[in-house]
């Protein structure tokens, strides 16, 4: 099965910013994947001047913020790496059982890769609700470049959000029929890097195993 993959546009953000930035970018993605039986929601984010959409059901937006504090988890015990979240959307199928395969496979037929590079500023302080808009200064940066700067980033995430646009609407041909499954998406999986590089190779290996070729996953 061919697999197509779009690798985002890699943004510069701070701790606090980066709950924001995955929910816009994570929701996109997952509505414009639905099959249909959702209830659209809009929401206004917080930090930025932007709108996404959510598919208005709470399964979904669980996964999806459960998934970014594990993330968000991830950074701060992994300062100073380039951070990755990868979104693939899979068919299960069944097939003979052997001694090193599971008789359910996963076929990745498209995945999504989001890059974020963190600031290492001294940590902000954030909550889930991210209703906070204000931020104390490092000292280092006025609050006339943490302005300049946040512009910067809006923009560029801006720009991201029309890549995921743009590669929904020209990259159409891969996907399958739609599953005879209840739910309101394609299967999907969110992964983010893993707590050692071993583990990461071992979880490569097994991956290779279920699908009989290499994703791209992280």
């Given at each position: 099965m061919?697999?197509e993959v779009?690798n985002?546009?890699e943004?510069?953000?701070?701790?606090?910013?980066?709950?924001?930035?995955?929910?816009?970018?994570?929701?996109t993605?997952?509505?414009?994947?639905?099959?249909?039986?959702v209830?659209?929601?809009?929401?206004?984010?917080?930090?930025f001047?932007i709108?996404?959409?959510?598919?208005g059901?709470?399964?979904?937006?669980?996964?999806i913020?459960?998934k970014?504090?594990q993330?968000i988890?991830?950074?701060?015990k992994?300062?100073n790496?380039?951070s990755?979240?990868?979104?693939?959307f899979?068919?299960?199928?069944?097939?003979?059982?052997?001694?090193f395969?599971?008789k359910v496979e996963r076929l990745?037929?498209?995945?999504?890769?989001?890059?974020?590079?963190?600031?290492?500023?001294?940590?902000?302080?954030?909550?889930?609700?991210?209703?906070?808009k204000?931020?104390?200064?490092?000292g280092?940066?006025?609050?006339?470049?943490?302005?300049?700067?946040?512009?910067?980033l809006?923009?560029s995430l801006?720009?991201v959000?029309?890549?995921?646009?743009k590669f929904v609407?020209?990259?159409?041909?891969?996907?399958?029929?739609?599953?005879?499954?209840?739910?309101?998406?394609?299967?999907?999986?969110?992964t983010i890097?893993?707590?050692s590089d071993s583990?990461?190779g071992?979880?490569?290996?097994?991956?290779?195993l279920?699908?009989?070729?290499?994703?791209?996953?992280?």
């Amino acid at each position: 099965m061919n697999c197509e993959v779009c690798n985002l546009k890699e943004l510069d953000v701070e701790h606090f910013e980066m709950r924001e930035v995955l929910r816009c970018i994570l929701h996109t993605i997952v509505f414009h994947r639905a099959l249909g039986l959702v209830r659209p929601r809009d929401v206004d984010s917080e930090i930025f001047e932007i709108t996404y959409v959510q598919c208005g059901v709470a399964e979904v937006e669980k996964k999806i913020e459960e998934k970014i504090d594990q993330f968000i988890s991830w950074v701060e015990k992994h300062p100073n790496k380039k951070s990755q979240i990868c979104l693939s959307f899979y068919e299960v199928k069944n097939k003979q059982a052997t001694w090193f395969t599971n008789k359910v496979e996963r076929l990745y037929w498209e995945q999504w890769h989001i890059n974020l590079n963190v600031a290492q500023h001294p940590k902000v302080h954030s909550n889930k609700s991210h209703h906070s808009k204000v931020v104390v200064g490092t000292g280092e940066n006025t609050m006339e470049e943490r302005s300049v700067r946040q512009a910067a980033l809006e923009a560029s995430l801006h720009e991201v959000l029309f890549q995921i646009i743009k590669f929904v609407n020209e990259k159409k041909d891969h996907i399958p029929p739609i599953p005879n499954l209840e739910g309101v998406s394609f299967p999907y999986e969110i992964t983010i890097p893993s707590s050692s590089d071993s583990s990461f190779g071992m979880d490569m290996f097994k991956r290779m195993l279920q699908t009989g070729h290499p994703t791209m996953l992280s």
